[in-house]
């Protein structure tokens, strides 16, 4: 009786939790297989401590699992126009940099970054709707113009990796933030931060030390990437 009683409570627990397995699965653009692997992960930690609080799905599932979906999400990049470094990195198979990336959440209202704040970590947005602004004064009043950042979209690249290549210290000159990133609701980013970035830097001088440039053909498709 007592075994019927603990499988019943873990499906209840399932039962609520799967609507979200289902909702972060489409909102990552992951591929519905993925729904049946996270959640057979959600039921075993289950199995093992029935009264485990699973606030951040992602958080809880097993390397693998989690270096698998980490590796979609990255390598999507180089399907994108907004091909990078980054991308560049995981073409020349250097998979493991996909250990420096971390998923971090933010509830609604939060502040992710703020202008004028130093710079310390690359990232984009998986999950959730995050805006961007850019207040400025002319001494008596202020105005700013929102902007929803793209999901899946890399912000700080373009000045955090020179900062890396070029930086002798681990967290000194930092370059600084010009907007303010805000989350509207709930918010999953994927980061890579800024020592982790310095150690790729340092791992990999020559691929991060070259400009990562691309153009398109009149279809709009990825047609070179050169390095200069």
Not at 1 to 20: D, E, H
Not at 69 to 76: E, F, T
Not at 204 to 226: A, C, R, Y
């Given at each position: 009786?007592?075994?019927?009683?603990?499988?019943?409570?873990?499906?209840?627990?399932?039962?609520?939790?799967?609507?979200?397995?289902?909702?972060?699965?489409?909102?990552?653009?992951?591929?519905?297989?993925?729904?049946?692997?996270?959640?057979?992960?959600?039921?075993?930690?289950?199995?093992?401590?029935?009264?485990?609080?699973?606030?951040?799905?992602?958080?809880?599932?097993?390397?693998?699992?989690?270096?698998?979906?980490?590796?979609?999400?990255?390598?999507?990049?180089?399907?994108?126009?907004?091909?990078?470094?980054?991308?560049?990195?995981?073409?020349?198979?250097?998979?493991?940099?996909?250990?420096?990336?971390?998923?971090?959440?933010?509830?609604?209202?939060?502040?992710?970054?703020?202008?004028?704040?130093?710079?310390?970590?690359?990232?984009?947005?998986?999950?959730?709707?995050?805006?961007?602004?850019?207040?400025?004064?002319?001494?008596?009043?202020?105005?700013?113009?929102?902007?929803?950042?793209?999901?899946?979209?890399?912000?700080?690249?373009?000045?955090?990796?020179?900062?890396?290549?070029?930086?002798?210290?681990?967290?000194?000159?930092?370059?600084?933030?010009?907007?303010?990133?805000k989350s509207h609701k709930q918010v999953d980013i994927f980061a890579i931060k800024a020592t982790d970035l310095k150690n790729i830097a340092s791992e990999?001088?020559?691929?991060?030390?070259?400009?990562?440039?691309?153009?398109?053909?009149?279809?709009?498709?990825?047609?070179?990437?050169?390095?200069?």
């Open positions: 009786m007592q075994a019927v009683g603990k499988s019943s409570r873990i499906l209840q627990k399932m039962n609520i939790i799967k609507p979200k397995i289902t909702f972060m699965v489409s909102e990552y653009g992951l591929e519905n297989d993925r729904v049946g692997m996270i959640e057979e992960d959600i039921q075993q930690i289950l199995e093992d401590d029935e009264n485990f609080v699973v606030q951040n799905i992602f958080s809880v599932l097993q390397p693998t699992l989690q270096g698998g979906i980490k590796w979609y999400l990255c390598n999507r990049e180089m399907l994108r126009k907004d091909f990078n470094v980054l991308s560049a990195l995981l073409l020349h198979g250097k998979y493991n940099i996909i250990e420096y990336v971390e998923q971090v959440s933010y509830t609604g209202g939060s502040y992710i970054i703020r202008k004028g704040e130093p710079l310390d970590m690359i990232f984009f947005i998986a999950l959730g709707n995050v805006v961007t602004y850019s207040t400025k004064y002319d001494g008596s009043s202020g105005s700013s113009t929102t902007i929803e950042l793209k999901k899946f979209q890399w912000y700080g690249v373009k000045d955090l990796i020179p900062w890396a290549v070029r930086s002798s210290s681990n967290l000194s000159n930092l370059p600084l933030s010009t907007i303010t990133i990999f001088p020559e691929i991060l030390n070259m400009e990562v440039h691309h153009s398109t053909d009149s279809t709009g498709q990825m047609e070179i990437v050169k390095w200069r």
